[in-house]
C-alpha cells in the first residue's frame, strides 16, 4: 500500500511558479513509477508527466513541455512538479499517482492516487 498526500497548491498570477509536492508513505516509494495528472472542472483528467522509479526517465505532456518539471527524491519519499511560467489554462486539482513498473500516461494503470492540491492561475 502506498498513500499519497499532495501540498503546494495555491493561487498565482499568469507568468509565476509553484512548486508541487507528493509525499509518499511506505518503505517501496523506489520500485514506484510516480506521474501527475490535473483535472479542470467541466474536463476529463489529463496527464502532466511522469517519471520512473529511479528517476532518470521523464515525459510531459505537450501542453506543459518546457515550463514544467518532475523530479523525485527516493530517500525523502516525495516527487516534485516544478511548474514555470504558468497560464490560466493550467488551473486545475493536481493530483499525484504511483504504479509499479514503467511509467505511463494512461490514468488508468496506476494503482495509487492522492487527493489533489488546488493550482489557480489568475490572468
Known amino acids: 500500500q502506498v498513500q499519497l498526500v499532495e501540498s503546494g497548491g495555491g493561487l498565482v498570477q499568469a507568468g509565476g511558479s509553484l512548486r508541487l509536492s507528493c509525499a509518499a508513505s511506505g518503505r517501496t516509494f523506489s520500485s514506484y513509477a510516480m506521474a501527475w495528472f490535473r483535472q479542470a472542472p467541466g474536463k476529463q483528467r489529463e496527464f502532466v508527466g511522469s517519471i520512473s522509479w529511479g528517476g532518470s526517465t521523464t515525459s510531459y505532456a505537450d501542453s506543459v513541455k518546457g515550463r514544467f518539471t518532475i523530479s523525485r527524491d527516493n530517500a525523502k519519499n516525495t516527487v516534485y512538479l516544478q511548474m514555470n511560467s504558468l497560464k490560466p489554462g493550467d488551473t486545475a486539482l493536481y493530483y499525484c499517482?504511483?504504479?509499479?513498473?514503467?511509467?505511463?500516461?494512461?490514468?488508468?494503470?496506476?494503482?495509487?492516487w492522492g487527493q489533489g492540491t488546488q493550482v489557480t492561475v489568475s490572468s
Open positions: 499517482a504511483a504504479k509499479r513498473g514503467s511509467r505511463s500516461s494512461r490514468s488508468a494503470e496506476y494503482d495509487y
